[in-house]
């Protein structure tokens, strides 16, 4: 199963997306914040990143912009956990690199139907 | 798929939006004392986002709605297209003061929504311009049973670049229908030569044709993520046989026949393991203090613990095999450890110790609302956010706190009409300090305003008969006549208090921690109300003393002196009481053995010791057979061992394994002085 | 990246006709197409080229795409692609996106 980076500074809402994909088998390394993910981003090959877009420190767009400038992170798949509020948001990400998004809320089973779309 | 019980996660989703909140709230009053800062904003937005995103994870739909129309407002904020004044920050103060109860409600289990916050969305509703009703799901055709979509897709070169690959989407599509490829081909703009090839770059197209009963919204919904990052047209098969109109032309070179992808179906890896039960750990979440630590505290921890370990390993190895020339290393060894041992607890105790910042930071809120109600200017100030204090200590502290600020406000500080009378400036300052002062931990409360009103505070004692009329009090007097019980009157107990008011009540708040309070004032000045707590309530420094078999231990903050007493010092009084002079005073002296009951101790007072101790300016002499010597005592709960005792505050194991009492040196004190006053 | 360091390693040995082979990565995506790009550069000039696809696990469309063009060029300068170790991870993939003509895959699955 893939090694996958959880991004969110809410521990309750990283807490349950962690809690769902290791659920699924999955390994998940988690960060509270853009720049702790990028930490850890570069000492792993994560396969997938999960990334909340307001964040404090680093937030989420600025996250995925220095992501996709590491090489080994081209072209990982990177999703933005976003409420559908805000399109402009949406496309902001995008534009920074980021493959698709994840509209809040979402329940554990959709979750996992994104994940597995995302990683085939 | 198994369910995944979401429980677990409900704790850590109150504590965090009850941060949030807090944050929320500092942030607002920081906007509205004028501060311009854009982060403050985001700080606002970001709370509340996160608060209906998670109550929308977790099922908390009221919150999540309630939160959804906050949000709305402060996007529009966050966006500038609405201003900030005082008026939308009282609403959305009234907001988070409505969430705050809202999630309690919730964590209990309640109903969230009322009518009041009810009534406060609906407020919030009106104020968001143009608030739409949630759009409805993008109206496609019904999905109109075509025979299939044919469906061309040219990728903008830095499709790669947003880690989507045509290939993840073509197996989507494979799991809706079949899938033809008609036609790859490589766009024109593509580099003819590797060496200019960017490989990141995509510089392919395509023409499929999916076909099955599939719903148009299906197909697009495929390629919601890449729209903007290819050219993309679905239409029906029908339609789609006549030559699709081009907007990039094809290379001809590698244009390869129609190929009918083999229907190999995509061997999808199977579920891997079950969702594994997680009913086990649902019970997790039942309520339960818990505390956060800073991983700093949890290293040090750790380093002690190793520093421990060497030293055991040192002892046990002199230990197997002992020859007397090894005492001086055996003692070197023992040292060691109490050195470790020490450094230990203090790193444990360390886990409790929380910065009081997050009880001053309910202060700026409070003040605020003040001023508005008294008509009165207050800057706050705040020193010593980062100073720790127990977290019992810390939590039983703030409505003290809150009781003095309140007072400073509404009694210590002037109008400004009167403040500018006085030749002052009119925005009174009120500051609140927190700092280390010996083994205590101090806070201050100040303010620059009209300091006491000694003639008020007299006349009133008089009245409620604490002083005899025409008594002559000196100003350390006065100060402490405010803390008496009775000074003060149920009739007077408004939302605001008078000075005075349940000023009693603060001081006894602040004795069960251990801990003191007194005031300084000058007229015309300000005051200044000190309050000294203990660093923890878990440890104490004591004096050992024996009286008869028993050992009782004297808290060493509270010990004035000890000494031998020679008869002539000692005076009987009438009623049976024993006073003695000391430095100008007569002290009462307070038989420990009598007042605890102790067999064969020491019973006349010149063979034993008298132990001066002091609380809050009044003194008793405690007399004891013995002193024994200084010990930190892990002070164990008489009440929750045993029940509360009369002028004891706790129990101790002494290093013997015996059992020793803690002294309350306030209730001795009280007791002593009941003695004295009927005297 | 293991991919990246297997792609780098392998000298282009001679097949037994005279042509480079060139080995994929067994991951074989994004992250490594930079490093392949400039090896598969290296032989272009040699005339004809295999490709051995035996350790390869993991590939995309940048992968493909690339291949693909190799042999755009390879074909303009006379040269040829062939395959050897073909397995069913590049056959599907190259199924899905319809470019198995383009690389000149043989059909059977594996060679």
Known sequence: MAKILAVDDSASMRGMVAFTLRGAGHEVTEAENGQLALDAARGNAFELVLADVNMPVMDGIAMVRQLRALDAYKGVPILMLTTESHTEKKMEGKAAGATGWLVKPFDPEQLLATVKRVLG | MGAVDLTQFHKTFFEESLEGLDAMEAALLALDSGSTDHELVHTIFRAAHSIKGGAATFGFAEVAAFTHVAESLLEEVRSERRGVDGELIDLLLRSVDCLRAMLDHTSHGLPAADADSEALRGELVRLVSGEAAPAPAAATPAAASVDGWAIRFVALPHLLQTGNDPLRLFRELQQLGQLDVCRAFVVDAAPTQLAELDPGQCWLGWELRLHGAVARADVAAVFDWVEGDCELTIEPIAAASVAPVAPVAVAPTLVAPPVAAPAAPVASPAPASAPRPVRETAAASSEGSSIRVGIDKVDALINMMGELVITQSMLSDIGEHFHLSQLERLREGLLQLERNTRELQESVMRIRMLPIGSVFNRFPRLVRDLERKLGKQVKLELHGEHTELDKTVLEKIGDPLVHLVRNAIDHGLESPEQRRAAGKNETGTLRLDAYHEGGNIVVQISDDGAGLNRAAIVAKAEQRGLIRPGQEVDDAEVAELIFQPGFSTAAQATDLSGRGVGMDVVRRNVRDLGGSVGVRSQSGKGSVFTIALPLTLAIIDGLVTAVGEERYIVPLISIVESLRLRPEMVRKIAGGGEVFHFRNEYLPIMRLHRAFGCNAAITEIERGIVVVVEEEGRRVGLLVDDLLGQQQAVVKSLEAHYQRVQGISGATILSDGSVALIVDVCGVVRLGQRGKAAA | ?111
């Open chain 3, 1 to 111: 990246m293991g991919g990246k360091r297997a792609a780098k390693n392998k000298q282009p040995p001679a097949a037994a006709d005279g042509a480079a082979v060139v080995c994929l990565p067994a991951d074989c995506r994004l992250a490594v197409q930079m490093a392949l790009k400039e090896q598969l550069q290296q032989v272009l000039q040699h005339g004809d080229i295999v490709i051995d696809a035996q350790a390869l696990e993991r590939v995309d469309t940048a992968a493909l795409q690339l291949l693909v063009l190799l042999r755009r060029e390879l074909e303009h300068n006379g040269g040829a692609l062939a395959w050897r170790g073909t397995n069913e991870v590049l056959h599907e993939a190259a199924a899905l996106l319809g470019l198995e003509q383009s690389l000149n895959l043989p059909t059977a699955t594996s060679a």
